[in-house]
């Protein structure tokens, strides 16, 4: 096996933590630093307390030995949350545009970079909550799941990845039940005796589940 | 999420926790493949530098203000995308998808090219930079080799079906198709040594297709449920003749059959997540 199990049922968090990585954040370097060629582009110059954009794992790599400083993205400010969980919360609310690594940056912020956001405490607990009616919000669409395809927009990467399992399994479940049904469909029509085409099914069920 | 513990190891020993233990049996094979080993002497001026890192298309600051900007979203994408976004799509498309995907090879190359230059770089520089140096550097050798790694398990997975298909053939590296090739001769005769050889002759075939016409090598489950996303507005998208068509627009995500959005996806209309 060239990769584990859990792998090929989608992502590992340290897996999703390192694509969030990539996405830009602001910060404020503290100590004076000259561009820095990466792989993917120049960042930098650093000239505190001049504000400049680095791809996130740059600023908690400066943030840990203390070069910098963080700016909270605007969507993890306190007040912005509290109204993002408002509109979340609404009877029948689609989901709330948030960006698609949102847990990971927050998880990482929070661990990271606390004492540069406001309201930290109440930071996280606005995100439980939102993630929370996430949650029982994806599992209610869960419902109108069918073999063909389901819009679900601004699921963010974390909570597509942990619902991929079961989504994935039930897609393809109801996939073969449909494939089913409409064999049994042709046969009986062309059957006069339904009985028997009903114990083909319990055939086809039988050995699908057999192996 | 108690990812914290492992993380930190991560940033402190620069990407130790990648090196999990199912590396070391593959590093070898890894170290072999043409990808790996691009000649040392690449002289700069052929190294591409990207542009700079903040203007990046839509996602500078996070995408906080998508909102603000949500009419003028069909219009994007046209930039041209680095190598490292493109293999870091590549990568999750090829972990989401069924079926073996067209294997990157120019990519990792030029990527591979940078690292070298970007390592030749570090030793002449002063230990902080250094070490931001070492990191990305490591991100980018981390990528490629789960990249191929994922592939090798795919690989792994159906290597009798993609060495007969020729569409698949050609997707494969060289050393890949190498690879698959020694797979299934290993497979073959462990088969044979284990059990076969002891069976009544009739029931000792492995042709592909049995006298009865019963295919016997499997495939990847074309079907099989994936998630995407939108990247450039595709506008109506019929998913079955029968039914309406649904538009599809930028950042739309849907869970649906591989088969259908197959097409989407070579084209980069869609990625999957």
Partial sequence: MAITTRQTEGFTMPELEYLAQNESITIVPLHRMDRIELVRGAIGPFRPPQKTVVPLWVAIMLKRTNRCRIVAPKWMQYEHLRDLYKREEQPDAMFTRLPIYYLEIAHMLLTFAEDDLVESQGIRRLLQD????????????????NSLQLQMDNLSMAEINEIRPLFGHSFDMLRQLDGLAQATETEQQQSQFADQSYAEMDDAFGSRYVH | MDTQDSFSGALDSNLGL?????????????????????????????????????????????????????????????????????????????????????YEGATIENLMELVDFQTQKMATQQAALANILRMDVDRVK????????????????????????????????????????????????????????????????????????????????????????????????????SEAPIVMRRNNIFITRYSIIRNLLEDGKVELI
């Avoid at chain 2, 002497?41 to 995408?63: C, K, M, P, Q, Y």
């Avoid at chain 2, 203000?65 to 994007?76: C, G, L, P, T």
């Avoid at chain 2, 073959?188 to 050889?197: A, K, M, P």
């Fill in chain 2, 18 to 102: 990648y090196d999990d233990a199912a590396t070391s049996n593959f590093e070898a094979r890894l170290e072999a493949s043409d990808s790996m080993d691009v000649e040392p002497e690449v002289a700069s001026t052929s190294v591409r530098i990207h542009a700079t890192f903040g203007v990046e298309d839509e996602d500078v600051e996070l995408g906080i203000d998508k909102e603000a900007h949500e009419d003028d979203e069909d219009d994007e994408e046209d930039v041209a995308e680095d190598d490292l976004s493109l293999l870091m799509r590549s990568w999750v498309n090829e972990r989401s998808s069924p079926e073996i995907l067209e």
């Fill in chain 1, 130 to 145: 939102l993630r929370e009616v996430r949650q029982s919000k994806t599992m209610e669409g869960l419902r109108m799941l």
């Fill in chain 2, 142 to 241: 981390y990528l490629v080799r789960s990249y191929l790694r994922t592939r090798l398990s795919k690989i792994e997975e159906h290597a009798r079906h993609y060495i007969k298909e020729t569409m698949y053939r050609e997707r494969l590296s060289q050393n890949e198709l190498e690879y698959a090739k020694g797979y299934v001769e290993l497979e073959e005769r462990h088969v044979r040594r284990s059990f076969l050889d002891q069976l009544p002759p009739h029931l000792r075939g492995l042709e592909d297709v049995t006298a009865e016409g019963l295919e016997m090598v499997p495939k990847p489950d074309l079907d099989a449920a994936v998630f995407c996303r939108v990247r450039a507005t595709v506008g109506e998208f019929q998913f079955e003749p």
